[in-house]
């Protein structure tokens, strides 16, 4: 007589191979900031907008008035440097994450496996606090309060359109949604 072993069923999972481009890097942080609540405000365009006229405003009536246009000069740069922060971040997590070239990361029950040609990294969903996604990326959030990116998933490394929502489902499983 034959006896049947009990086979476990295999953990679903989900495999995405990439590597970084500075577009994924931008889009994650801009994702990652918008979905911060208040403090997400100051980068959103039209709060960059009214924030630079504001400044414009300051500066024509101090130099209307003869005085020193210090503040003015330094409201409009603040709004023009942070219309910048998304290609900035973008430029120096590449420049990071460069080194390891392709990418392969494993999503599955028990967390997120990240391997490069420098790094083996498994991390617990106890390590992400939420998660959020653009048309490009899923973001994993970290567990503090201010929600600070732990992990950028780049969905163009998905082998079938379909792992991707077989990836949202395994998120939304583990990580509450933004």
Not at 79 to 92: C, N
Not at 117 to 124: G, K, P, V, Y
Request: proline residues 3%.
């Amino acid at each position: 007589m034959i006896e049947e072993q009990a086979v476990e069923p295999r953990a679903e999972q989900v495999a995405l191979e990439f590597e970084y481009q500075h577009a994924d890097m931008a889009d994650g942080f801009r994702t990652l900031v918008r979905k911060r609540g208040v403090s997400g405000l100051v980068y959103r365009p039209a709060f960059l907008v009214a924030f630079g006229l504001l400044g414009v405003a300051l500066l024509a009536l101090k130099v209307s008035d003869g005085e020193n246009p210090v503040v003015g000069v330094i409201v409009v740069l603040w709004a023009v440097l942070m219309s910048f922060a998304p290609h900035l971040f973008a430029r120096a997590s590449l420049k990071a994450n460069q080194h390891q070239g392709l990418i392969r990361v494993t999503v599955d029950a028990d967390g997120v496996r990240l391997r490069g040609a420098h790094a083996d990294m498994r991390t617990a969903w106890a390590n992400y606090g939420s998660y959020a996604e653009s048309d490009r990326v899923f973001i994993l959030r970290s567990p503090d309060r201010a929600g600070r990116c732990a992990m950028v998933l780049v969905k163009r490394g998905a082998a079938d359109p379909a792992d991707i929502d077989r990836l949202r489902a395994l998120l939304d499983g583990h990580l509450r949604r933004v």
